[in-house]
T-cell receptor
């Protein structure tokens, strides 16, 4: 899962297995959550999002689960492929409205796919 | 659609030099942002523009200025570069409102010697 510090936590999985990446958020007022994927040398790429009135949302090969009771967010990637190798991080939007108010990013988890 | 385009991709500056990082988006988004990304620090917001004609400070604005030139373009200026500004800079944009993800450019890698 995500944590502070100079070194990103690393998750190593076998190709074809499912991956689960975790994120703990701190503010119970957060009402919108986003998962991003960042490959080396590129900008963060939007994967999937979820609003606080939902506890699960599915995309293509990805599922996001939200547990508001324990302020926990997870990203599940099915049948992991080599192209899934990247840093994944979550972001939370605190409060209503648009603009920059309260969009906070986690530090990231490095997903490594073993052949 | 190109999405969010940043120039230059790489830049090396000497301490005290100035430069402007350019950003343009073609998604008709209202809000634009500048972040810096440093190892172990994650993405930190420098400045943002909620809509054309407005700009506001983010978490780490010192040493930077911005200009929202029009709805498409948002530039970041370093007036007197310092080694502490060595970083990767990302521009992002989104529609206004909750439920709208940020879309990022591919970054400018800046080294200040």
């Amino acid at each position: 899962g995500e944590s502070v510090g100079l070194h990103l936590p690393t998750l190593s999985v076998q190709e074809g297995d499912n991956s689960i990446i975790n994120c703990a958020y701190s503010n119970s007022a957060s009402d919108y959550f986003i998962w991003y994927k960042q490959e080396s040398g590129k900008g963060p790429q939007f994967i999937i999002d979820i609003r606080s009135n939902m506890d699960k949302r599915q995309g293509q090969r990805v599922t996001v689960l939200l547990n508001k009771t324990v302020k926990h967010l997870s990203l599940q990637i099915a049948a992991t492929q080599p192209g899934d190798s990247a840093v994944y991080f979550c972001a939370e939007n605190i409060g209503p409205g648009g603009g920059a108010d309260g969009l906070t990013f986690g530090k990231g988890t490095h997903l490594i796919i073993q052949p | 659609n190109a999405g969010v385009t940043q120039t230059p991709k790489f830049q090396v500056l000497k301490t005290g030099q100035s430069m402007t990082l350019q950003c343009a988006q073609d998604m008709n988004h209202n809000s634009m942002y500048w972040y810096r990304q440093d190892p172990g620090m994650g993405l930190r917001l420098i400045y943002y523009s909620a809509s054309e004609g407005t700009t506001d400070k983010g978490e780490v604005p010192n040493g930077y200025n911005v200009s929202r030139l029009n709805k498409r373009e948002f530039s970041l200026r370093l007036e007197s570069a310092a080694p502490s500004q060595t970083s990767v800079y990302f521009c992002a944009s989104r529609r206004q409102g909750v439920g709208s993800p940020l879309h990022f450019g591919n970054g400018t890698r800046l080294t200040v010697t």
